[in-house]
């Protein structure tokens, strides 16, 4: 769909601006490209993740224009995104930061498919069949921290090097909340709002994000 990895489309929308189109025929691969799934799913599994396989969902086009964002979206098996090419599946990642500035961050389990043992900004996953992407936000904003947001804005859609595609926002939360984290989370800590202060565990794909939240 585009070169990668890259910025595809720069908000920020508010959630009713982001209009989610479905198309109804499945993203099919061959046959060769499904074993090779089957056995990323098995692999997954030996790390001992509960992650069971299904649909989820496929990003085939998008348009940014007249301050909307429209994502044309399609069924695709779940287990693509495993891969190195994962078949521009489309993922959502909600960034928190609390009211005075700080970023909420998590080390990840060992057993997640994603980013397993390093720590991640907010919450993320799969758009899941006929949701709304900006909906998946909130949802796993809440899956994953218990956390409801007195604000949240889109701010981009990103193209990833693998061929998946990330719908980014940003929430804000009151200083005073307490997250309560799921299993997928191991340890938990708000960073601070200056990211030359970050631990030196915080990859630098984390800053690069910040920046781009930033600016």
Known sequence: MTARPGLLARGPWRPDQVEAVWREDAYEVPAEVDRLADGAVANLRERGSPA?????????????????????????????????????SLTA?????????????????????????????????????????????TRELQEEWRLEPEGLTVEALIALPNGLNM?????????????????????????????AAWPAEADERLKLMAALLGS
């Open 52 to 88: 069971h396989d299904g649909m989820a969902t496929r990003l085939a086009a998008w348009d940014a224009a007249g301050g909307r964002l429209r994502l044309e979206l399609q069924p695709v098996r779940w287990a693509l995104r495993l891969l190195d090419d994962a078949a521009e």
């Open 93 to 137: 990642l909600c960034v928190v930061r609390s009211e005075d500035g700080r970023w909420l961050a998590g080390r990840r389990a060992g057993w997640v498919s994603s980013w397993a043992n390093r720590w991640a900004l907010g919450a993320g996953g799969a758009v899941d069949l006929g949701e709304s992407p900006a909906e998946t936000l």
């Open 167 to 195: 719908l980014v926002g940003l929430a804000t939360v009151p200083d005073g909340c307490e997250p309560l984290p799921d299993a997928e989370h191991e340890e938990w800590s708000w960073w601070p709002a200056d990211t």
